[in-house]
């Protein structure tokens, strides 16, 4: 079956600092893949996404960027963090089934810009 | 930006009460799902259906979509306070991209 793994579960880093957060999944091949970012109490909006190795679409233009260096890889990184880029982290795939795929998650990273 | 909006943003209801929350989007879409989020956890999908689909069941769920008004509903019949969680629609972006936009969510919270 297929698994993500998302890591940290919680981070608190400086402003300032640089970030680097990972998602891999595990039992399936060529997933699409989406970091999608919660502020507390609300939405989730879509960052990136990325539907091959190297292909990655950028949905807000902001601090942050992705990379997937490998298939099953994901990574969300930024060189200098802002108190604005606290929220809940959120990785998730879906399968190559057009539009109708649905998405699974991760259970996300707790992201704390101090 | 924001495609889904759901309301109300928050819901009380007693257990064995029915739970329905609703929500519009802005443009023509292929699909819409719900999701369930409990507290500090990631999303987990419900249910889809596409938007040539009126209405769709899956056990105590029942999902309505109205394209013409550009909007859902989903149903919870006979609500557990388990059922207590974030409930978000998301639709797809109407075009041959794979992003998913989702709404803001309702928060549920189902007294025992």
């Known amino acids: 079956s297929q698994t993500i793994h998302q890591w940290p579960a919680t981070l608190v880093q400086p402003v300032g600092s640089p970030l680097s957060l990972e998602c891999t999944v595990e039992?399936?091949?060529?997933?699409?893949l989406y970091w999608y970012r919660q502020a507390a109490g609300r939405g989730l909006q879509l960052l990136f996404y990325?539907?091959?190795?190297?292909?990655i679409s950028s949905e807000v233009p902001q601090n942050l960027s992705a990379s997937r260096p490998q298939d099953r890889q994901f990574i969300l990184s930024s060189k200098k963090l802002l108190l604005s880029d606290s929220g809940f982290y959120l990785c998730?795939?879906?399968?190559?089934?057009?539009?109708?795929?649905?998405?699974?998650f991760g259970n996300g990273t707790r992201l704390t810009v101090t | 930006s924001q495609q889904g909006e759901e309301d109300p943003q928050a819901l009380s209801i007693q257990e064995g009460e029915n739970a329905t929350m609703n929500c519009s989007y802005k443009?023509?879409?292929?699909?819409l799902q719900w999701y369930r989020q409990n507290s500090g956890r990631g999303l987990v999908h419900l249910i889809l259906?596409?938007?040539?689909?009126r209405e769709k069941h899956s056990g105590r769920l029942r999902v309505t979509l109205d394209t013409s008004k550009k909007s859902s509903s989903l149903l919870i019949t006979a609500s557990r306070a388990a059922d207590t969680a974030s409930y978000f629609c998301?639709?797809?972006?109407?075009?041959?991209?794979?992003?998913?936009?989702f709404g803001s969510g309702t928060r549920l919270l189902v007294r025992p």
């Open positions: 259906i596409r938007s040539n689909e």
């Open positions: 998730a795939w879906s399968g190559l089934t057009g539009p109708d795929s649905p998405l699974h």
């Open positions: 443009t023509s879409i292929n699909n």
């Open positions: 039992g399936t091949s060529n997933p699409n």
């Open positions: 990325s539907v091959g190795i190297g292909q």
């Open positions: 998301a639709t797809d972006a109407g075009d041959s991209s794979y992003k998913l936009i």
